[in-house]
C-alpha cells in the first residue's frame, strides 16, 4: 500500500482517460471508473486505475490508494479463511465498493444476504495493519508500540497503539491494545490486581512483528488457541476489529442469545447490545457476556473473555475462526487455559468475581403473573397452593400492583390488602418479590412524586445531550431513567426503597426493563446526527440503530456517555439494589434481573426473559441455562410453562417438571391467558407438578451445596455433560440434558405426545435417582420410560447425595431429617458433601458460621466427616443412608459399631433407616 498526498484536484472532473498530474513515482494516474457515494457527511470518490489500482478520494485533501490482492493472491484464500472486509448490513456489495477498500472481491454460488453468509469481500494475504515496532520486558510480562503508517476505511485511525501482555497467572494471560496517546472507555470491573509474573505459564506467546499479530498456544501440546495474524488488525476511534482462528469447531459462551448451547460456525453473526426484545433466534437480547469457551482436540478446553460494554458482535466462520468487531472501548483480553471446563469457568470468575451465595429460600419454587388484578386475586393464588399442598416458598406480583404502573407505589384499590398478604406469607414461612422498573414517571404536579422531585432535585437522572433529564416513555408513560453510574443514585434508590419497605417489607427484588428499555427510539426529542448516536459503522443490533427502543448513546451519565454503559445498565442497576436490600433486611440479597453484563453473578440473578408457551421455548431454556452456567450467573432459569400465550395442560406439566430442576425456579404468565399455576389444571396433572417439586425440595440441601461451591470457588450448578466427560466428544453437543454438578443427570420429556425419551447416558453406571435400578452405559443413547407424571433424574456413580424430607416450603424442609444417598461405584466407592447454615445470613462461610461435611464410601463402610460445625448442624438429624449399587445382600449393617435392621432390595439397594444420627457428629455405617 503507498500513501500519496494531493493538495488540490477536482476529482468529480475527472474522465476515463490519463489525469494531468502524475503520482510521486512518475506513472500516471489512468481511470478507467469513476463512481462517487456521501460517507461520513463527506464526498467519497472512488476510481479504479487502468494499472487495476483503486484510488480513494476522501474530499479534495488525500488521495490514498491500495494495490488490492491481485488474482492469484485472492484465489489462494480458502473460502471458509476468508475474513469479511465489507461487514455493514443493508450494502449490495460491489466489486468497486470491496476494491475502494483495497480488499479483493469474488463471487462465489453461495449468495450474500443480509444476515451474512460467504463474504465476496475479503482481505488479502498482504493487506496492511499494523506493525510491532518495539517490544520490551514489564515486571509482569511485556509491553509493545504499534504503529499503523497507511490509514484504513473508517474514519479517525489511531495511529500509535499500546500493546501489553501480562503472564497473570499460570493459566491466565492478559493481553491489552490501546491508545498509546489518548486513554479511552475501559469498564471499571474490579480485577483482583497481580503483582507477580507467573512463574511457570501453561502458554506460550508469539508476535509477528509485520504486519502485528500474535499467537498463543498450549505449552503442553503446542495447540494454537489464538491466531490474529490471519486478518488485519484494525483500531480506529468507533471501529475496533481482530480475527482469531480457533482450534476447532465446539465454541460456547457469547451470549446472551438464543440458540444451540454449541454454536454454528457456518457464517453466523452474534450481536451485542441489551435489548428489550422476546428471545428470538439471531437477535441481540438482554444481556452482553463477551465470553467464550472452546473444547479442543483431546479434551482440552480454554477460554476468551473481550472486556468491553460497547456495541459489539462476533463473526463466526467455519475456519474455525471469529472476528470480534466493537465500536469503542480498547481490546482488553484475557485468555484462560482450563484446562479442564470446569477450571476455564473458574478462571473466568476469579477475574469477573464469584457469584453471591443466595438465600435458601431463594432455591425454593416461585409463583408470578402479570395479571392477578389484585392483591385478593394473588392472596387466593397462595392459598389454593397451601390447599393442595403444593410447595411454594415466593409469591411475586408484576407491575399491576402499582398505581399508574409507577415505582414505589400500591394501587390504593386493587391491591389494597398488599401489606396483609405479605404478613401472611412471613407468617406462613413465605416470602414475597415485587417488580421494579428503572424508568420513574416524569408526568405530574410538582410535589406529588417524590421519587421524580427528589431524583431531580439530586440531579440523578440520566441527561440528553442538552444537559436536561432525557424523557423516554415506558409503562408509566413518559418517564426519566435512574443514572446508576452515580453513586448518588444508589442512595437515592436506597431511600425510595427503604420507604415502600416500611409500607410492604418485600422480601426480594425483581429488576425488569433495565437494557434500558424504552417504547420509543431515543426520546421524545430524538437523538442527536452526531457520531455517538450515528456511528460510522453499526453492528446488526436489532432495529438497525443503537437507539432502537432504548435511550439515546449520547446521553450523558456520571461515568460516561450512555454509548460505553449502555450494556452496563442492568448491572449497575442489580448493584445498586442488592446493596440496598442488605441495608435495609441486614440479610442475603435477593435480585432477578433481566440485563446482564459479566460480574452479575455477585449482585444478582436471571431469569431469561419473555419466553413464549410453546415446546421450542421449553427446549430452548437448557442451553440458555447452560450458557449462563458459564457466565458466572448460576442462579437462573426460564418461566416455566412460557410467558407469553396460553399453555397446555401436556406442555405445562412437562415444562413444570424441567423447571423443578432449573436453578431458579419460576411459573409466571402474562395477563389475558389462562393461569397457570399448578392449581388450575386437573388432579392428574397437579399431581405429577406436585411429585415434580416435591423432588426438588427433597434435593435442596443438595442443591445449596452447590451454590456454596459457585460462590466459594465458581463451580457450575447446571452443567453441561461434556464438563464432566470432556475426552467423550459424544457430549459436547448435548443441550436437551443436563447435571446438576458432577452427579445428578436430569433428561426430561421435550415433545408433546411421549411417554418415552432417549438420553445419551456417558459410560459407567447410572442410577436411578426414585429407585436406584442401575442403568449400565458403554457411552451410548437409552431409551427410558418417561410417562407424564414422570421426569427421568439418574444419579452418577460414585457420588453421594444429601436429600431431605420435603415440605410445603424451604423454611419447613430445612428442619427435616436427611435422608442420604450413596450410589457405588464399579469399585464400591463414593463421595459426597453438605454446606449447610442458617440459610439466609450475611457472609456465614465467611465468617465461619456454616457447618460442612464431607461423606465416603470405602470397603463397605460409609462415614461422615464434620470438617466446620455450628448450631444450626445440631438441629439436623440423618434419619436414613439408601446405599445404591450393593452387589450382595449384607448379612449384617452396623451403626457407629452397633447392629441395626435393615432391608435389601432385589435391585441392589440397601436401606438403613431409623438412624436419628445427629448431623453435626461424625458417625460410620459398615455392611457385611
Known sequence: MKVYQKLTSDTTQATESCAEEEAADGKPLCIQKLSTWWLGGGLLTVAVLLSGVTVWVLGQVWWVWHEHGTPEKCSSVPESLRFDCYPERNVVVTQELCESRGCCFMESDRPWDSRGGLPWCFYSPDFPSYALESLNQTELGLKGLLTRKVKTYYPRDIEKLQLSAEFETDTRLHIKITDSRSPRYEVPLEVPRVRKRAENPTYTLEFSKEPFGLVVKRRSSGTVLMNTTVAPLIFTDQFLQISTTLPSKFLYGLGEHRGSFLHSLDWSTLTFWARDVPPTESYNLYGVHPFYLVMEEGGAAHGVFLLNSNAMEVALQPAPALTWRTIGGILDFYIFLGPDPNLVVQQYQQVIGFPAMPPFWGLGFHLCRWGYETSNMTWQTVKAMRNYRIPQDTQWNDIDYMEGYRDFTVDPERFNTLPQMVEDLQKHGQYYVMILDPGISSTHPPGSYWPYDEGLRRGIFINSTQGKPLIGQVWPGLTAFPDFSNLDTHQWWLENLNLFYKHVPFDGIWIDMNEPSDFMDGSTEGCSPEELDNPPYVPAVLGGSLFAKTICPSAKQSASTHYNLHNLYGLMEAKATASALIKIREKRPFVISRSTFPSQGRYSGHWLGDNRSEKKDMYWSIPGLLSFSLFGIPLVGADICGFSGSTSEELCTRWMQLGAFYPFSRNHNTQNEKAQDPTAFSPAARTAMKEALLTRYGLLP???????????????????????????????????????????????????????????????????????????????????????????????????????????????????????????????????????????????????????????????????????????????????????????????????????????????????????????????????
Open 702 to 928: 443438595f442443591l445449596y451445596t452447590l451454590f456454596h461451591r459457585a460462590h466459594l470457588q465458581g463451580d457450575t450448578v447446571a452443567r453441561p455433560l461434556f464438563f464432566e466427560f470432556p475426552q467423550d466428544e459424544a457430549t459436547y453437543s448435548i443441550d436437551r440434558q443436563f447435571l446438576w454438578g458432577r452427579s445428578l443427570l436430569v433428561t426430561p420429556v421435550l415433545e408433546s405426545g411421549a411417554d418415552s425419551v432417549i438420553g445419551y447416558f456417558p459410560r459407567g453406571v447410572w442410577y436411578d435417582y426414585y429407585t436406584g435400578s442401575p442403568v449400565n452405559s458403554s457411552g451410548e443413547n437409552l431409551k427410558t420410560a418417561a410417562p407424564l407424571d414422570h421426569i427421568n433424574v439418574h444419579v452418577r456413580e460414585g457420588t453421594i447425595l444429601p436429600t431431605q424430607t420435603p415440605g410445603l416450603s424451604s423454611w419447613v424442609s430445612s428442619g427435616n431429617p436427611l435422608r442420604l444417598i450413596a450410589a457405588l461405584s464399579q469399585s464400591a466407592s463414593a463421595w459426597g458433601d453438605l454446606f449447610w447454615d442458617d440459610g439466609e445470613s450475611l457472609d456465614t462461610f465467611e465468617r465461619g458460621d456454616y457447618s460442612y461435611l464431607v461423606f465416603n464410601v470405602t470397603q463397605n463402610t460409609f462415614t461422615s466427616t464434620v470438617l466446620h460445625s455450628n448450631v444450626e448442624a445440631t438441629y439436623i438429624t440423618v434419619d436414613t443412608l439408601a446405599v445404591y449399587g450393593v452387589r450382595e445382600q449384607p448379612k449384617t449393617v452396623t451403626v457407629n459399631g452397633k447392629e441395626t435392621p435393615f432391608s435389601y432390595l432385589e435391585n441392589q439397594v440397601l436401606t438403613v433407616t431409623a438412624l436419628d444420627l445427629g448431623l453435626s457428629q461424625g458417625f460410620s455405617i459398615r455392611w457385611l
